[in-house]
């Protein structure tokens, strides 16, 4: 074969589109073209200029070489060294006896070669003819093989990145919400390494990442035969990481002296792991400087997709620790309001709210085995804390010196709990300087887990606000039961002074209309007679609202004993408030008060259902207020409207104004208008109040009308 179809030969080797080329296939192929039985292809490992150092890169025999060769580690023969030494070419003539051989083969010549990467190595043919044959031919091939072996090494490493590449973005791909499940993860790394072990001619591949939970800090993550088959990292024989940081080649001694090869997984300074391959399949028998470029820039992918995973999974975990904490908290504070409404104050809802709390925690942080919420116990002034809710854990029969100091200094304290390792957080449950108990989580892991510490913050203080809303809700409820006891005796005592006041009153007015039927007098003592009279009736009105009121506070209605009245009655009964309300009205005011007695009279012969001293009440306090409010020289109407199932009593005055918004209010309790309030500093806001509640349980309703400075009151009865 001539040199050009030779070279021909070789790149179309290196460039073979169809397959994957390797240096093998080079070595093999110069073999051929120079009609050798076989090819071993040199290295110096990391550039040193030393024939000690020299480490076979790939070999090629035509002949199978005995197993005890290829088992074992291959020294450079004298035509190799003396090559490599001198930097040129070397034949067996140059040597004292004229001869050498390799792998059971004779040396034919040997070549230096000056790799693209700056390192320096040697070809050795071994053949059946001299090199002197085919010298022109070698010296062609020599020219372009290190070129070539670059060429090879690059497309190799592409190859290898874009597998390992595809597998790692298609698995991204498919996991779009975040990083891929640990589980897939380890198994899509097990295939990372399958496809390792195949392009570098490894027995075994496995990938070591960071696990701070073992005690040299690593763990195997992945091996080439398998997610399923990984086993613990044994320190014994991977303690590289740890002892040597550097990428190395060499022999385990530890597994029957099988070559191996190390990479470490770096981002910067950082050491994330580590690719170790184990053992090779088919010759050298171990692994080169070369095998170590190949395998860098997948370690450099890996290490970024590592860093990339742990970012992503922190990011995931984080946003389900907060969704779950979310969660959780719903869940609490259905509970708390839940608890709340119940009878506040007795502490029988706490260790149900406690117990929920420390379940949301070990749910928001699923590494930690325990959570604990105590209260704090004040006996003979000494503070105690007694374990109120716990998931199980020794910590609850006795709490930690570290909950004890949160107590103390009231603030959170993480540490390492006493005779143990893990981690241990102790929040204090308080709100304000008050100090309710403390808040404990602990976990088995060497780190404190991210945001558990603000978890554990976030329950505390929840935690310590349902025990001051707990607290408070009790005072309350306590506060508002002597309030009860007071008003329940008030009203007992405005009860008794209506029963003692009522009926002597009555009597008085009695016989006072009777001395002024029965007698004549001048004006002068008829008109204190009415006087007289007018106060005890409305004395006798006072004292009943004192029992209206007293029954009102005590949460009830008053109870109305209705009776028949027919039209004179009623008309007696409005003429006689109106005289009261004119006898004790102050008569340089020049306020006067009239009766419709015809508006009344359209009742005919149709009764009214009340309570007469109901209606007595009602009608007073309506011209109480007509005369405390209305204007001089003004005149209050007294009329009837006639319905056909009402009877509507009309007090119609002229005064101090009422805004229409506030017409809703004049019913309420202790109410008051603004201008009502400045203009004069009589009422108590009582009388509409005392009015609506008695109508009502006559059966009727009150309207108020307002118009200017024109109110109209409205009692609606019921007609039968």
């Known amino acids: 074969m001539n040199p050009t179809r030779a070279v021909r030969a070789l790149v179309g080797a290196a460039l073979d589109p169809d397959g994957q080329p390797t240096v093998y296939d080079l070595v093999r192929t110069f073999a051929q073209v120079t009609d050798s039985l076989g090819a071993v292809l040199w290295e110096a490992p990391d550039g040193r200029c030393a024939a ?21 580690e291959i020294a450079a023969d004298p035509v190799t060294t003396l090559a490599f030494d001198t930097g040129s070419l070397a034949v067996p003539d140059d040597l004292p006896d004229g001869s050498a051989a390799l792998l059971g083969l004779d040396v034919t010549g040997a070549l230096p070669i000056d790799y693209v990467d700056g390192c320096h190595g040697v070809l050795t043919l071994l053949g059946r003819k001299p090199l002197a044959e085919v010298f022109d031919i070698v010296v062609e091939l020599v020219d372009v093989l290190p070129e070539l072996c670059g060429t090879v090494r ?52 496995s990938i070591f990442l960071e696990d701070p939970a073992q005690p040299h800090g690593y763990a195997l993550f992945a091996h080439s035969d398998g997610a399923g088959s990984v086993e613990p990292c044994d320190p014994r024989r991977h303690t590289c990481i740890a002892v040597d940081p550097a990428d190395r080649t060499g022999f385990d001694p530890t597994a029957g002296g099988a070559p191996f090869m190390e990479v470490r997984l770096l981002s910067g300074t950082h050491v994330n792991g580590l690719v170790r391959c184990l053992g090779t399949e088919g010759p050298p028998h171990h692994f080169a400087t070369s095998d170590l470029a190949l395998l860098r820039p997948v370690a450099a992918q890996l290490s970024r997709y590592w860093r990339t995973w ?62 604990v919420a105590y209260r704090t116990c004040r006996e003979a002034g000494v503070t105690e804390l007694d374990a109120v809710a716990h998931t199980g854990n020794g910590l609850a029969a006795k709490p930690s010196k570290l909950a004890e100091e949160a107590v103390r200094s009231r603030r959170q304290l993480r540490s390492v709990p006493d005779g143990g390792s893990g981690w241990l957080i102790c929040t204090p449950i308080r709100v304000g300087e008050r100090m309710f108990g403390v808040l404990e989580t602990s976990g088995p892991a060497a780190t404190v887990p991210a945001n558990s510490a603000q978890v554990n913050e976030i329950i505390g203080d929840q935690l310590g606000l349902y025990r001051h809303l707990n607290d408070t809700l009790g005072r309350l409820h306590d506060a508002r039961n002597r309030l009860e006891l007071a008003l329940r005796a008030e009203a007992e005592a405005m009860e008794d002074l209506k029963h003692q006041l009522v009926s002597p009153l ?32 409305k004395a006798s009105r006072v004292a009943m609202s004192a029992g209206v009121f007293a029954t009102l506070s005590r949460g009830q209605q008053p109870v109305s004993k209705p ?117 004069t500093g009589e009422g108590s806001g009582l009388g509409l109040w005392i009015v609506d509640h008695l109508t009502r349980a006559m059966g009727g309703r009150l309207l108020v009308d307002a118009s200017a400075d024109l109110t109209t009151v409205r009692l609606v009865l019921p007609l039968v």
């Not at 592409?158 to 990083?179: K, P, Q, W, Y």
């Not at 009837?640 to 017409?663: K, Y």
């Open 154 to 205: 690059e497309r190799q490493t592409l190859a290898l990145v874009n597998a390992c590449d595809t597998i790692l973005h298609d698995a991204d791909v498919e996991s779009r919400e975040g990083a891929v499940p640990r589980r897939q993860l380890a198994e899509l790394l097990s295939e990372v390494c399958r496809i390792l072990a195949l392009g570098l001619h490894a027995a075994e591949v």
């Open 506 to 537: 009555r009597t008085a007015a009695s016989r006072t209309e009777s001395v002024l039927r029965g007698g004549r007098f001048d004006k002068r003592v008829e008109g204190q007679l009415k006087a007289v009279r007018g106060l005890c009736r």
């Open 310 to 371: 742990l970012h992503r999974r922190e990011i995931s975990d984080e946003n389900e620790s907060w969704r779950r904490l979310a969660a959780g908290m719903t869940s609490l504070n259905k509970l708390v309001a839940e608890e709340l409404g119940r009878t506040p104050g007795d502490g029988g809802q706490e260790p149900r709210v406690a117990d929920l709390a420390v379940r949301i925690m070990c749910d928001v942080v699923p590494e930690s085995a325990a959570a």
């Open 52 to 72: 000690a150092g020299l480490s076979i890169v790939s070999l090629w025999l035509d002949v199978p070489p005995s197993d005890t060769v290829v088992e074992a």
């Open 563 to 679: 009776e028949r009245i027919g039209v004179d009655d009623v008309v007696r009964l409005l003429i006689a408030a109106a005289d009261d309300a004119q006898v004790l009205s102050d008569p340089r005011r020049g306020i006067r008060f009239e009766v419709e007695r015809e508006s009344v009279r359209r009742m005919g012969r149709r009764l009214v259902n009340v309570d007469a001293s109901f209606l007595q009440q009602c009608v007073g306090n309506v011209l109480d207020n007509a005369a405390k409010y209305g204007y001089e020289s003004t005149r209050v109407d007294i009329n009837a409207d006639v319905g056909p199932n009402h009877l509507t009593l009309a007090v119609a005055s002229t005064g101090i104004p009422l805004d229409p918004a506030e017409l809703p209010h004049v019913v309420l309790r202790n109410w008051r208008g603004d201008i009502a309030r400045s203009t």
